[in-house]
């Protein structure tokens, strides 16, 4: 089973940038996975915002991220990252990564659903 840890999550004024890390130990080696990030803000339910890849060759954005969110990986150092540029208000969610075991090497998963671990999440606030 792998377990997953969120961290970089803060408080930024508008327009400012944050990266999120999700470092991954136990379970298989950490290139098995396919990784999202999904979000969730006070009173809305979970939302997904990116995912990549096993290889990291492949990646899809929510609408909401397109253009201001990078999401990337390092098999080596078993960790994803989020990228989070010209934050708005509206970002402000607790944001958790995901792991997903995938036998396809491009497959990217975008359904909360498909994901079976979990991080606790890292708060992320932005000010207007």
């Known amino acids: 089973q792998v377990q997953l840890v969120e961290s970089g999550g803060g408080l930024v004024q508008a327009g400012g940038s944050l990266r999120l890390s999700c470092a991954a130990s136990?379970?298989?080696?950490?290139?098995?996975?396919?990784m999202g990030w999904f979000r969730q803000a006070p009173g809305k339910e979970r939302e997904f915002v990116a995912t990549?890849?096993?290889?990291?060759?492949?990646?899809r954005y929510a609408d909401s991220a397109k253009g201001r969110f990078t999401i990337s990986r390092d098999n080596a150092k078993n960790t994803v990252y989020l990228q989070m540029n010209n934050l708005k208000p509206e970002d402000t969610a607790v944001y958790y990564c995901?792991?997903?075991?995938?036998?396809?090497?491009?497959?990217?998963?975008?359904?909360?659903?498909?994901?079976?671990?979990w991080g606790q999440g890292t708060q992320v606030t932005v000010s207007s």
């Open positions: 995901a792991a997903d075991f995938q036998s396809s090497y491009t497959a990217t998963m975008t359904s909360e659903a498909s994901y079976d671990y």
């Open positions: 136990g379970g298989r080696t950490f290139s098995n996975y396919v």
């Open positions: 990549i890849s096993r290889s990291g060759g492949s990646t």
